[in-house]
């Protein structure tokens, strides 16, 4: 018999420990329901993503274009005259900015012409009035002064890049806050559960105690006093559960409200709180670089790209541009697509582009206040420094405080229970 009510209490308690709603479960269920730990994981994904678009700039881009159009005008050239000239055109190609400040463009057109009603002066036959023009070619443009080799771009790449990551570091510091509140609202149910028990306990002993010293104040065995000191510390204790149970309804709403649950009853049973654990927890290894301080050393590059594009923007500029093509024309097209590379008919162009912004005041104030903000970044990054290592001193010195204070109070309920 003895055998079979261990076996039974055994399968009552295993039962019992599965049906407890643990903390990591607890967590699971807000990650999956909480709509502001969802947004803010969701945003730190998406700016890490983002922070890709930099690549974008140095990235090859694919370009076509077509065209159809009629001029009636009077020709330049009064020897020969025409109706109008048909045109229909389409072309395309591959350019690029390259990380060292070229700007590369390789292409391929090809234009129909179409000479309506043309007289030509001359005798015997004249000019072919259809023809297709083919012309494949390269361009390289050079930066020498605003954007030299290249340093806007790469700036302009890297501030892209160190915005998004700065808002993925945000938004992910963001979240484990969401979830470090989300864990405290579970312990402090189970603290406020255990409140309520115990608050329940001593309103039975002080009723116990209240009936006592009534009876033996009725049988004159003992002070009327005793009596009404026993009813105070009774009304005290009917007042004190009141108040456990007015926390104990907060504490569920916000236990349900973390969970996205509009409701302020918490059926699940909690996990006990882990005394023996707690009096020995260590804190954990210390984490190289928090979130927010990750996000902040990404503002500050930030910041200092923004000033080197800024810089380089407002900057003259001053470009060297040459271009190669080659010539093809035929009746058809088919044949006419392998023409320019056989004709042996080229044209080369070599250019130069300089530009000097005349207010330079404005865009040296535009430069200064980007030198002001990367001065800030700085600034506010050695301040999430400092505030990581002073919260780490203050994490050590209160988990041994309430470790402490812990010890204390587990010494006062043994007294108490004697």
Do not use: C
């Not at 996000?295 to 800024?310: D, F, L, S, Y």
């Not at 206040?369 to 970044?377: D, F, I, V, Y």
């Amino acid at each position: 018999m003895h055998r079979l009510l261990v076996l039974f209490s055994s399968l009552a308690f295993t039962a019992q420990a599965a049906d407890l709603y643990r903390s990591d479960a607890y967590l699971k269920d807000v990650r999956a329901n909480n709509l502001e730990v969802k947004s803010a994981l969701q945003a730190a994904e998406g700016a890490r993503r983002r922070s890709q678009e930099g690549d974008l700039v140095t990235s090859p881009a694919f370009y076509t274009q077509a065209q159809a159009g009629a001029d009636s005008k009077l020709p330049v050239l009064a020897f020969f005259n025409y109706t109008k000239l048909e045109t229909q055109g389409v072309s395309l190609g591959v350019s690029q900015l390259t990380s060292w400040g070229q700007q590369l463009k390789v292409y391929y057109n090809a234009i129909h012409y179409n000479y309506v009603d043309l007289v030509f002066p001359t005798p015997g036959a004249g000019p072919k009035t259809r023809f297709f023009d083919t012309q494949p070619g390269l361009e390289v443009t050079q930066s020498f002064w605003s954007n030299s080799f290249g340093r806007g771009t790469r700036a302009t790449r890297t501030l892209l890049e160190s915005q998004a990551m700065a808002s993925s570091y945000a938004s992910q510091f963001r979240a484990r806050a969401a979830l470090a509140a989300a864990e405290e609202t579970y312990w402090k149910l189970v603290i406020v559960r255990e409140k309520l028990s115990i608050s329940a306990v001593a309103l039975e002993q002080a009723r116990k105690i209240f009936e006592w010293s009534s009876n033996r104040a009725k049988r004159h065995l003992g002070d009327e006093a005793d009596a009404l000191q026993a009813r105070a510390a009774l009304e005290a204790r009917e007042l004190e559960i009141q108040i456990a149970r007015d926390e104990e309804r907060t504490a569920s709403r916000a236990f349900n409200k973390t969970r996205q649950l509009d409701s302020d009853q918490v059926k699940e049973l909690l996990e006990p709180l882990p005394l023996e654990k707690l009096t020995k927890l260590k804190a954990e290894n210390r984490m190289d670089k928090r979130e927010d301080v990750r996000a902040a050393e990404e503002q500050q590059k930030a910041a200092i790209a923004g000033a080197a594009a800024a810089s380089e923007k407002d900057s003259p500029t001053l470009d060297l541009t040459g271009s190669l093509s080659f010539n093809g024309r035929n009746d058809n097209f088919g044949p006419s697509i392998g023409d320019p590379f056989s004709a042996g008919r080229t044209t080369w162009a070599l250019g130069a582009k300089f530009i000097l912004p005349l207010d330079r005041g404005a865009a040296s104030d535009a430069v200064n206040g980007w030198h002001q903000e990367e001065k800030a970044a700085e600034l506010m990054l050695q301040q999430k420094l400092f505030e990581q290592e002073q919260d780490w001193k203050d994490l050590g010195k209160k988990l041994e405080e309430a470790q402490r204070r812990l010890e204390l109070a587990q010494k006062l309920v043994a007294a108490q229970k004697a």
